[in-house]
């Protein structure tokens, strides 16, 4: 890799770090990180994706790049290798690389200034620089703030996930980082029946900018089969969502669809209870 | 709402939400909490007639500053408060709400 400039198309001479993260596991940080790098990539952008959960990387197996790791983050902030060394191309595109985190550490085998340093020697050559986060708010998470331009905070619609959210953009507006909500998983017909939150609910109750609604769609599940981003399948309402996010992420205006409640004959027809 | 109380699960979600972000954002306990709600219903009486079921408090987290927004229905202005010359009548089931806000 040279060291100049990041490549054509980009208009900053210096890339974008953003780290993906929750408080609460298993809402989707993983796949949200491979998904919206993968659709970043896919509109000409440099990027490197960033597994910072040390001890229990996962970002590889989702973009399907486990046999080909040979160095890794903590590698790369001790010095161990060149950051060129560490870094693996994804199959599928030219544009979109993995960082793995190493499996054998402990979260706190680097600091912040280490991870710092790491992004230090990839700003230049990327447009964006996603960063998986760790569950949690310990120093897991404070490593994968580190050094972040922004924060993408990826919850569900439910209460555990929406409460931890909310201690996560607390916790990153004291550093200065300001926070843009993905909700992950939402069924629009059980918002319709009532028995899920809506888009509108969970921004009222957590009041920041909302950066994107992604469904429940199984083809996120065969996608993890096959070890490759939701973002190429074009059938999937996922893949087509984080197309749309990435495009959010550029700076497009694009509006976010929602469903809070439906018709007013809908509505009515279900208070009086001969809805459907 | 159009008919009364709703079932809908969402809304028991909502709410039991809105109690554990509050105690999360301020933390104070639920003790804390309903002292604090009570002293705070004492001190606009004092000055006030209020309507005590929609009296209700929020907290907003903006940039950096978690705000506190305090909105008591007001009935009517007490007689001879704050050294006042007389009451605004103001209708007994017309309520204007009106909102505190402050910094926390």
Known sequence: MNSKNIGTGGKKDVGEAIVVTSGKGGVGKTTTTASLGAALALRGQRVLVIDADIGLRNLDVILGLENRIVFNIVDVAKKICKPSQAIIKSKKSNNLYLLPASQTDDKDVIDEAEVRFVLEQFKREFHYILIDSPAGIEQGFRNACAGADSAIVVTTPEVSAIRDADRVVGLLSSKGIEARLIINRIDFEMVRRGDMLSVKDVQDILGIEILGVIERDEQIIVAANCGEPVTYNPKSKAGQAFTRIAGRVCGEQIAIPSFDGGSIWNRITKRLGVGQ | ?104
């Open chain 2, 1 to 104: 709402m159009l008919f009364g109380e709703s079932n809908e699960s969402k809304d028991l979600a909502k709410s039991r939400l809105h109690f554990v972000l509050v105690q999360d954002r301020t933390g104070l306990t639920n003790e804390e909490m309903s002292g604090f709600r009570e002293e705070m219903v004492k001190v606009i009486e004092k000055y006030f007639v209020i309507d005590k079921e929609g009296f209700d408090i929020k907290y907003h987290r903006l940039a950096d500053t978690t705000t506190l927004l305090i909105n008591s229905p007001v009935i009517v202005r007490r007689a001879g408060s704050m050294g006042s010359s007389s009451a605004r009548s103001t209708a007994a089931n017309e309520i204007d709400p009106s909102a505190v806000a402050s910094n926390i």
